[in-house]
């Protein structure tokens, strides 16, 4: 079997040769490569070769063309500050607080900003490894893009004074995230995870995330399918047992579940869901690397009879995490 | 009935509001209760920390979500401002904090809503925003006599940063302020691993931890 088809049978709940691994290595590409992470998230073509000798190296199941959470908003207008050795921070966001976001026009994926970039990255990913692992693009989710239209606090207190017009937000951003999804799957993506942190429980209540968004992921994840996504991946960090029941609803094929919620819980509240998780991201700092491998088999065995499950960080692995412990983490997989 | 005394009931309307999230509402009845004769500390005591007991007793690690904790911060907010326009003075204070997210890191929203919540418990809240140097941290500490620092860390990037807090702290006389860590990235860490004195789960449980620390109890 390939990484592509190991993580397609987990999906499908069918025997696999080994367990997938898909460690969520970002920003660390580029610092195992040596590269500024300001070069790596403007430069697809940069990107997509560091995420090449990395799964080169590790042998992974997935890579992931990701640049970071201001992309989306950035060509629809915000300014962003770019750093040397960390992502980019919004210094700028294109609408002030309460500004209609029913004025702004959906931004083109093949010319407004950095979007044509990670295109770029995402087709020569998949040039290079063709049907072999899965090349993995990446979208904002509704409640993230609409934050990062006005800034997180300026949202939520839209969302709170005038729901009306956030809803007009949330519209614009699920219209966006369905028009370069779209055009992800069409450069080569077999599938784009679409992260939405701030869908999480953690920020909003469940009960929003029921009322306001889960119909929006509806509508992205039913456009990702038609377009030709092989599945559907809902990556969301944080404290998700109160909403992880609704990811089917939603159309997710494969949830991401962070170190909050443990193996055995998720998979009560998703029987028939593929699970991705949930190592805690901060270990593979400097944890050493037994603690890694330990947790990995924990997580491995609660799934061995179940199935349906990728190993991998519940969020990402951060850009200066050490080596040995993602080595760790490949090889407690290598053990099964 | 002892008037320097009011019952609570007599701020059971600010309360609710407080804890609705309804800052228009909550600023409304602070001018009635300035116009009843209730002096200032009073409606810190019996409104805003009641309003922040029962909000602290209901965000339990489950429960805690950002837009419920930011709309009643904003109620507190206006409520402190319209009783201190130029801020809480010290001797009204429980104690004075330091707030800040240090330098590489330019997330503050969890500094924001620790602030708040310290606020709302009646600490005067020195912040330092974010991006913050250790040394202008240190700087600070001294200056305004604080008994404790408390850093909030969104990225990974910043674990270093945290580690010379306390040796900084030493350096200059200042080995016993207490220092908290918490914020997405810092909550993931154990004390001892940035050598602080306590890694908080969110903004509450650091409240919880400092105030322990004040009252001499056992954190």
């Known amino acids: ?336 | 009935m002892d008037t320097a005394f009011p019952a609570v009931d007599e701020f059971g309307t600010l309360i609710d509001v407080l804890l609705a999230g309804d800052h228009a509402a909550a600023l409304a009845e602070t001018q009635r209760l300035i116009q009843a004769g209730h002096p200032a500390e009073k409606i810190v005591t019996a409104g805003l920390e009641t309003a922040m007991r029962r909000l602290d007793d209901k965000c339990t690690v489950e429960s805690f979500n950002l837009l419920e904790i930011m709309l009643v911060g904003r109620a507190v907010s206006a409520v402190v401002h319209e009783l201190y326009p130029e801020g809480v003075p010290p001797e009204n204070s429980r104690g004075t904090l330091i707030v800040a997210t240090l330098e590489g890191d330019v997330h503050d929203l969890g500094k924001n809503i620790v602030k708040m919540v310290l606020i709302g418990k009646g600490y005067r809240v020195v912040d330092l925003g974010r991006d913050c140097p250790v040394a202008t941290l240190v700087a600070a500490t001294a200056r305004e006599a604080a008994s404790g620092v408390l850093i909030s860390g969104l990225i990974s990037s910043i674990v270093p940063q945290v580690r010379r807090v306390r040796p900084a702290l030493r350096t200059h006389g200042l080995g016993s302020v207490w220092v908290v860590a918490g914020g997405a990235a810092l909550k993931q860490c154990a004390a001892a691993d940035l050598d602080v004195d306590y890694v908080a789960e969110n903004a509450f449980d650091g409240a919880r931890y400092i105030e322990a620390r004040f009252t001499g109890a056992t954190p």
Request: proline share 9%; hydrophobic share 45%; charged share 15%.
């Open chain 1, 1 to 336: 079997m390939n990484g592509l088809e190991r993580m397609l049978a987990a999906v499908r709940f069918t025997p696999g040769d080994r367990p997938p691994v898909a460690p969520q290595l970002f920003g660390h590409a580029a610092r195992w490569c040596g590269i500024p992470l300001r070069d790596y998230v403007q430069d697809g073509a940069l990107m997509a070769d560091c995420q090449l000798r990395i799964q080169a190296h590790y042998g992974h199941d997935a890579v992931f063309a990701f640049m970071d959470f201001g992309l989306e908003s950035e060509a629809i207008g915000s300014r962003l500050r770019f750093y040397e050795a960390q992502y980019p921070e919004i210094t700028d966001y294109v609408l002030p607080p309460g500004a209609d976001a029913g004025q702004l026009r959906l931004p083109d994926p093949t010319a407004d900003g950095r979007l044509p970039e990670l295109l770029r990255g995402i087709a020569r990913l998949r040039s290079a490894l063709g049907d072999t692992t899965l090349v993995a693009g990446s979208l904002l989710g509704p409640m993230s893009l609409a934050t990062q239209l006005y800034g997180m606090e300026a949202a939520l207190f839209l969302a709170a004074d005038d729901p009306g017009r956030f809803e007009i937000a949330l519209d614009y951003a699920t219209a966006c995230a369905i028009r370069y999804g779209q055009a992800q799957i069409a450069a080569g993506a077999h599938l784009p995870v679409v992260f939405d942190p701030a869908a999480s429980p953690a920020v909003v209540p469940p009960a929003f995330f029921r009322e306001l968004l889960l119909p929006r992921l509806q509508r992205l994840f039913a456009a990702l399918r038609q377009a030709g996504a092989v599945a559907n991946w809902l990556n969301i960090a944080g404290p998700t047992a109160p909403i992880l029941p609704w990811y089917p609803a939603a159309g997710a094929d494969i949830a991401t579940f962070d170190y909050y919620v443990s193996p055995e819980q998720a998979a009560g509240l998703l029987p028939q869901t593929c699970l991705l998780g949930n190592l805690k991201s901060l270990d593979f700092l400097d944890a050493h690397p037994q603690r890694i491998a330990a947790a990995a088999h924990l997580a491995l065995a609660a799934f061995r009879e179940r199935g349906g499950f990728i190993l991998s960080s519940g969020c990402e692995i951060p850009p200066e995490s050490a080596p040995a412990n993602i080595a760790a983490l490949i090889a407690a997989r290598d053990g099964e």
